[in-house]
């Protein structure tokens, strides 16, 4: 109503202007919250992402030695097929057993060789394999400290749509368990 250049608001005029404009106070915490839980979540993103980079670049490293070690496995079951050969031309040509003989000799310490080889890129493939899997640890952790990131800035978005503020106290839970897996993965 307007008399005389005053403008007065009924009762359901200002209910409908309340309304529309919710409270300053809650938004603004939740405004703050999912700031600082975004930030917190690329941080646990750009963690998660190298470690997974870099479990997957020592499984590399671990494939290439263990087919190393295979190739020198192979090249030893070579060796040994030959030493066979010779002995079985020692037996065949007892008049050459001398010449067989020192072949035998040489391909015994080729052997000796190979076998060292190979054994020391087999253990050189298992640490990689064990590092690499003691790094996966904390990446499954931080990719559960992500979803709870994430679950609670969702919840607080819902929190200004609804001004709803057990929804607020449900995405502080949230965040509590994230940045919680997050510090346990820092740990680990």
């Known amino acids: 109503m307007s008399e005389n250049g ?4 009924g009762a359901h005029e200002h209910a409908v202007e309340h309304a529309a404009h919710p409270s300053k106070g809650l938004a603004q915490y939740v405004a703050i919250f999912t700031a ?3 930030t917190c979540g690329a941080i646990v993103s750009y963690q998660g992402g190298e470690t997974q980079t870099e479990a997957m670049l020592l499984k590399n490293e671990a494939v290439l ?3 190393e070690a295979s190739d020198q ?3 030893y079951q070579s060796k040994s097929n030959k030493g066979h ?6 037996e065949l040509e007892p008049a050459e057993a001398n010449e067989y003989r020192e072949k035998l000799n040489k391909y015994e310490q080729d052997k000796a060789e190979i076998k060292a080889k190979a054994e020391e890129l087999d253990r050189a493939a ?12 904390p990446h499954y952790r931080l990719s559960q400290a992500m ?5 609670a800035i969702s919840l607080a978005s819902i929190t200004i749509l609804t001004r709803k503020k057990w929804l ?21």
């Open 36 to 38: 600082i839980l975004s």
């Open 168 to 188: 607020f106290s449900l995405a502080g839970i949230a965040a509590f368990a994230g940045v919680g897996l997050w510090g346990f993965a820092q740990l680990s």
């Open 73 to 75: 496995w192979a090249f």
């Open 6 to 9: 005053f403008h007065v608001h």
């Open 85 to 90: 050969l010779m002995e079985l031309a020692m």
């Open 147 to 151: 979803t709870f990131i994430q679950i």
């Open 126 to 137: 298992k640490e990689a394999n064990d590092h690499s899997e003691k790094i996966l640890g």
């Open 65 to 67: 030695k263990k087919a």
